[in-house]
């Protein structure tokens, strides 16, 4: 989307005021970037073996803590707030989008997708973050002078109390402990994580790019330039083109099958199932399991092939003769859905764990 103009010198003098009026009243006034300590502070701060912690800092009415001592997340994207802006906790970056917005009243294009805001992602659908801002009741009339409601510190109290205390929880440890056990299983047994085939999709990996198949020419001279992963030895070219391109494919399935198998063993008392138990767990989720993996190697254009190394295009597959054109198609229509969620890497592993585990679809 075109940078918006530069905004006129009476918007940025109005600007500066509101960012003055916040700053007297909220926490990032002393210790900031913009707010330097004083060298007497810095002093004070040296001879001090134990600094009080946020809770402390609250509890004792110290209002003048920084923002980025707070350590509180921005509300819309999750990046480290830097204080209490437009009426809720917020990074620079989304107090700037917001400001933006409103003093400039841009109008973006409509997003049905509900996009989900993260620091990694927020620029990427500015309709969705606008929405969300609005949803979290920012408001250019939340601006606010004084220092920070005691109802607003309470509230702060609160939330920090509840969440040292849940630190040490044992269920919460194990939680956590079992998450981390998962995901290292889910690294070691599969090859091509998302963020490695995002990495090569999107270009930005040091991977060479992958060789475009977008017709029959261009497969023929994959298959002399790329190694593919065979079923079976010295399996001759298929005479059909539609059966030929199939079988590639499905050559990345089985290959994922085979990896979730030694996944599933990964997963704590999976193998002390009976046998058959284990196969039927296996038999009825490797289905499902399989589409969320597939989606990592999908966009809206084609798949990735080869361990990478190749790229079909989806409208090649398209012009396969049916039935094959007909089975790989709603494959992309639910992977474009399923990477929308933007799920990464631990959250595959224990969607996919728990995808495993529950046994069919009763």
Same mark, same amino acid.
């Given at each position: 989307?075109?940078?918006?103009?530069?905004?006129a010198?009476?918007?940025?003098?109005?600007?500066? #005021?509101?960012?003055?009026?916040?700053?007297?009243?909220?926490?990032e006034?002393?210790?900031?970037?913009?707010?330097?300590?004083?060298?007497?502070?810095?002093?004070?701060?040296?001879?001090s073996?134990s600094?009080?912690s946020?809770?402390?800092?609250?509890?004792m009415?110290?209002d003048?803590?920084?923002?980025?001592?707070?350590?509180?997340?921005?509300?819309?994207?999750?990046?480290?707030?830097?204080?209490?802006?437009y009426?809720?906790?917020?990074c620079?970056?989304c107090?700037?989008?917001?400001?933006?917005?409103i003093r400039?009243?841009?109008?973006?294009e409509?997003?049905e997708?509900?996009?989900?805001?993260q620091?990694k992602?927020?620029?990427?659908?500015?309709?969705c973050?606008?929405?969300?801002?609005l949803?979290?009741g920012?408001?250019?009339?939340?601006?606010?002078?004084?220092?920070m409601?005691?109802?607003?510190?309470?509230?702060? &109290?609160?939330g920090?109390t509840?969440?040292e205390?849940?630190?040490h929880?044992?269920?919460?440890?194990?939680? #956590?402990?079992?998450?981390?056990?998962?995901?290292?299983a889910?690294?070691k047994?599969?090859?091509?994580?998302?963020?490695?085939?995002?990495?090569?999709?999107t270009? #930005?990996?040091?991977?060479?790019?992958?060789?475009?198949?977008?017709?029959?020419?261009?497969?023929?001279q994959?298959?002399?330039?790329?190694?593919w992963?065979?079923? &079976?030895?010295?399996?001759?070219?298929?005479?059909?083109?539609?059966?030929?391109?199939?079988?590639?494919?499905?050559?990345?399935?089985?290959e994922?099958?085979?990896?979730?198998t030694?996944?599933? #063993?990964?997963?704590? $008392?999976f193998?002390?199932?009976?046998?058959?138990?284990?196969?039927?767990?296996?038999k009825?989720?490797v289905?499902?399991a399989?589409f969320?993996?597939?989606?990592?190697?999908?966009?809206?254009?084609?798949?990735?092939?080869a $361990?990478?190394?190749?790229?079909?295009?989806?409208e090649f597959?398209?012009?396969?003769?049916?039935?094959?054109?007909?089975?790989?198609?709603?494959?992309?229509?639910f992977?474009?859905k399923f990477?929308?969620?933007?799920?990464?890497?631990?959250?595959?592993?224990?969607?996919?764990?728990?995808?495993?585990?529950?046994?069919?679809?009763?």
């Amino acid at each position: 989307m075109e940078q918006p103009p530069e905004e006129a010198p009476e918007v940025r003098e109005e600007e500066e #005021k509101e960012e003055v009026a916040e700053a007297e009243g909220a926490p990032e006034l002393n210790g900031g970037p913009e707010h330097p300590l004083p060298s007497s502070s810095y002093t004070d701060l040296s001879r001090s073996s134990s600094p009080p912690s946020l809770l402390d800092q609250l509890q004792m009415g110290c209002d003048g803590a920084s923002g980025g001592s707070l350590n509180m997340e921005c509300r819309v994207c999750g990046d480290q707030a830097s204080g209490f802006h437009y009426g809720v906790h917020a990074c620079e970056g989304c107090k700037g989008f917001f400001r933006r917005t409103i003093r400039m009243k841009l109008e973006y294009e409509k997003c049905e997708r509900s996009c989900k805001i993260q620091k990694k992602n927020r620029n990427k659908c500015q309709y969705c973050r606008f929405q969300k801002c609005l949803a979290l009741g920012m408001s250019h009339n939340a601006i606010r002078f004084g220092r920070m409601p005691e109802a607003e510190k309470r509230k702060l &109290v609160a939330g920090l109390t509840a969440n040292e205390g849940s630190q040490h929880n044992p269920q919460v440890a194990d939680l #956590k402990a079992f998450s981390k056990h998962i995901y290292n299983a889910y690294l070691k047994n599969f090859n091509m994580t998302k963020k490695k085939a995002r990495g090569i999709l999107t270009g #930005k990996a040091s991977h060479t790019a992958p060789f475009v198949i977008h017709d029959i020419e261009t497969l023929w001279q994959a298959e002399k330039g790329l190694v593919w992963k065979q079923l &079976v030895n010295g399996l001759p070219p298929y005479k059909e083109i539609s059966i030929h391109v199939f079988y590639r494919c499905q050559c990345t399935t089985v290959e994922t099958v085979r990896e979730l198998t030694e996944f599933a #063993k990964s997963i704590p $008392n999976f193998s002390n199932l009976f046998l058959n138990d284990q196969v039927t767990l296996l038999k009825y989720g490797v289905h499902e399991a399989i589409f969320a993996m597939l989606a990592s190697i999908v966009n809206k254009d084609g798949l990735l092939v080869a $361990n990478g190394t190749g790229f079909v295009t989806r409208e090649f597959l398209r012009s396969l003769r049916k039935p094959f054109s007909d089975i790989i198609e709603p494959k992309f229509e639910f992977a474009v859905k399923f990477n929308a969620l933007e799920l990464d890497d631990s959250d595959l592993a224990l969607f996919i764990a728990a995808i495993i585990l529950c046994g069919g679809t009763d």
